[in-house]
């Protein structure tokens, strides 16, 4: 199809695109507690709400270091809204209180579980191990009213928690969502407040999709053409840009600070053309490469039968294995259509051994599935079912089916921004499914989890990134978080829409799905 003949097609396709009819159905209802994700075990008690007061204090035994800085992100949370002292302290004695405390015997809660009970007095927040306690406060965060997230004081009056008892852990151990700041480059300070949303939606690992063709975004110091030259320009020729070490290592303990886990990916042997440009000994081709700003995907490739191949890989996977507290690094290995299956099986085997010599675990996109995983390699399932063989070698997986997670999708035709080569995708879809029935021989405990990606070839600034993932990444939250028999669209969609008015406190520009009774 001509240029031309494209666009009349699209601009008639928006023509007939009609608006919903306006609802005249009655908000439905949905009373009680509006946390997202849904926990496990709700509650509710009989007695009266609890009340945050200006005498109210923040309880921890200090025997923690690690317990009293989730007291104070409270406590600083809490203070800038209500105006309140709201102190950490030790003491008990303050009329009103909320607890933070772990107890080792609560083994059961496991790694993020926690018990929060709210009573006239007192809020109780207890956990086997601090993450438990982290996401514990955001779920207390979300049953406060909430203007407790305005960045300036509230003049509300009343800050009360109504008298209910939770016990609450994930369904799933592995809950991410992956950025790719290579085909657009997105600040340190923009990633962390990505970062932010995943927190308040307990959501753990943030996946940073770091190279491309289009650019490449990390200094590699004994390799510093990489971000110097391959990280010169983005899709649609911008500047582009890189990560210092000590930047990356700045997202990486944002991140850690709220209990996430950064998985670096250095995608390889294709959407490789930055490293080429920097290092062109690592090319099959004898020309010289160009900086690459357009979209096609699948056609550069590492010269995956030269020794300087696997230097260039041992020097990337060693330098930001190093600075990455996590136990993963992600190869990448999708889309190879210049390698043949002999030589991209061999590559990613070698590149295996490599990410395990610098102690980590390899994760790839199923494709990787066409070589010989180790059992504690991650196969991350995007788009058909070739993931499966991943199981054969004892092999996990990462659930991301680009048909109801890619937060690049448009949600409808309509949507200006993002992809629709996999399908639209409206909230309901990201919502509406379950990840151990998706794939025929795939169940519960052959998935770790679940990750929602963003790729950014149309998503220019952090504010198209907020519209692309919101209302969808809350929702993929919950798939991963909430048990299946306790998940429902209809309620869903209401408490979803009660999320709304927190997000314009915080600055997040989401899109206003019809299907939400906002
Ligand atoms: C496929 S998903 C890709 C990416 C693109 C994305 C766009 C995957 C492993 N590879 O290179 O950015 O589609 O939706």
Redesign the pocket.
Known sequence: MSRAVLLLATLSLAACTTAPPPTTAARPVVTGPQVIPAPASLTMGAGAPFDLARTTSIVVDGSSPEVTAIAEGLGALMRRSTGFPLVVSTADTATTKIQLRLAADRTSLGEEGYELTAAPNSVTLIANRPAGLFRGVQTLRQLLPFDIDMQMGSARAGWTIPALSIVDQPRFAWRGAML?VA?HFFTVREVQQYIDLLALYKMNVLHM?LS?DQGWRIVINSRPKLATMGGATQVGGGPGGFYTQAEYQAIVQYAQQRYITVVPEI?MPA?TNAALVAYPEVSCSVRPTQLYTE?D??WSALCVDKEETYALAEDIIREISAITPGPYFHI?G??VQALTHEQYVRFIERVQKIVNSHGKKMIG???ITKAKLDPGTLA?Q??SDSATAALQYGAKLIM?P?KRI?L??KYTRATELG?S??AFVEVRDAYDWDPATYMAGVNENSIIGLEA?L???TVKNITAVQYMAMPRLPAVAEVGWTPQRLRDWENFRVRLATHAPRWNLLGVNYYRSPQIPW
């Open positions: 790719d085909r999709h491309d995608d959407h979209t995907v699948g990448g999708d889309e996109w199923e494709e991350q995007w788009k991301s680009a890619y690049d999708m992809l080569w996999a990606p790729w950014s070839e």
